[in-house]
Nanobody
């Protein structure tokens, strides 16, 4: 099975940046689409971004489009989420998910433990 581990979260001021990483073990990510989701306390898990197997195709939620960039380095078996111009509304636990390229959290079989992102105003 695939094990996913997120890292890179933290506390930043509004307008700041963070880069999240999702490292996979057990299997290579080279031929699998991956996604990022986030979940704030008391709210459902929501789609953030997705990327196809080679990084040639991406999809973003409207709320993050133009600010966030999903990318991958298959040689390192890692998926990234570069988050710029962060807003307090971005505060959530961010999860890496796979395999798949869908906006529905129910379509993913593998999830990381999550990494907390907190954006202060």
């Amino acid at each position: 099975q695939v094990q996913l581990v997120e890292s890179g979260g933290g506390l930043v001021q509004a307008g700041g940046s963070l880069r999240l990483s999702c490292a996979a073990s057990g299997r290579t990510l080279s031929y699998y689409a991956m996604a990022w989701f986030r979940q704030a306390p008391g709210k459902e898990r929501e789609f953030v971004a997705a990327i196809n197997w080679n990084g040639g195709s991406t999809d973003y939620a409207d709320s993050v489009k133009g600010r966030f960039t999903i990318s991958r380095d298959n040689a390192k078996n890692t998926v990234y989420l570069q988050m710029n111009s962060l807003k307090p509304e971005d505060t959530a636990v961010y999860y890496c998910a796979g395999p798949g390229n869908s906006r529905s959290s129910q379509r993913y079989n593998y999830w990381g433990q999550g990494t907390q992102v907190t954006v202060s105003s």
